[in-house]
């Protein structure tokens, strides 16, 4: 079973704080990942993903990639109000087209 | 550009009758998915698309059937609806060389 494991929170962070959000893979065959925001009531919005090790940086985004850990994270710099939301974290365990696992979200709380 | 319609957004079934929700992509992807969301188990995979002419079973195919139409389209049934399958069900496509996934905006489903 390809699982995908999320602190479920939730996570309250003062606001102009950084928000650090993890995830964990069980499948060490797992290409690429994804970090998705989904406010309540809504579809799933894509933030950022990665493929190789390391960090990617988007703006107030990064996304850090440890594949030897088997470890995903989500960095949000200077965090807003409006950054309050459901975070997902999904993979591609092979790659191809067959779908996303999704873990269950983390619930984050930006505190004014 | 609409991206990623679904329809309906709401509906109310009574337990053993059928429906089917509707989806299209315009951003001519090849792959399409049908997810359903329930509180507490995150985004499980139903049935996918890689391509047109195929479809494939997820991790909770069971009461579902689907139907590539096309390219653009990709529809779920429910033969027999049970209360079981009461959930949020999201249509999703995504390219070949970058698999992230793009969501409809849902369908909120109750069997009563």
């Known amino acids: 079973q390809k699982e995908v494991e999320q602190n479920s929170g939730p996570l309250s962070v003062p606001e102009g704080a950084i928000a650090s959000l993890n995830c964990t893979y069980s499948?060490?065959?797992?290409?690429?990942f994804f970090w998705y925001r989904q406010y309540s009531g809504k579809s799933p919005e894509l933030i950022m993903f990665?493929?190789?090790?390391g960090d990617k940086e988007d703006g107030r985004f990064t996304a850090q990639l440890n594949k030897a850990s088997q470890y995903v994270s989500l960095l949000i710099r200077d965090s807003q109000p409006s950054d309050s939301a459901t975070y997902l974290c999904a993979v591609n365990p092979g790659g191809g087209a067959d779908g996303l696992t999704f873990g269950k979200g983390t619930h984050l709380i930006i505190q004014p | 550009n609409a991206g990623v319609t679904q329809t309906p957004k709401f509906q109310v079934l009574k337990t053993g009758q059928s429906m089917t929700l509707q989806c299209a992509q315009d951003?001519?992807?090849?792959?399409m998915y049908w997810y359903r969301q329930d509180p507490g188990m995150g985004l499980r995979l139903i049935y996918y698309?890689?391509?047109?002419?195929?479809?494939d079973k997820g991790e909770v195919p069971n009461g579902y059937n689907v139907s590539r139409l096309n390219k653009r389209e990709f529809s779920l049934r429910l033969e027999s609806a049970a209360p079981s399958q009461t959930s949020v069900y999201f249509c999703a496509s995504s390219g070949v060389v970058y698999t992230e996934a793009f969501f409809g905006q849902g369908t909120r489903l109750t069997v009563v």
């Open positions: 698309s890689a391509s047109e002419g195929t479809t």
């Open positions: 499948d060490r065959g797992s290409q690429s």
């Open positions: 990665i493929y190789s090790n």
């Open positions: 951003m001519n992807h090849n792959s």
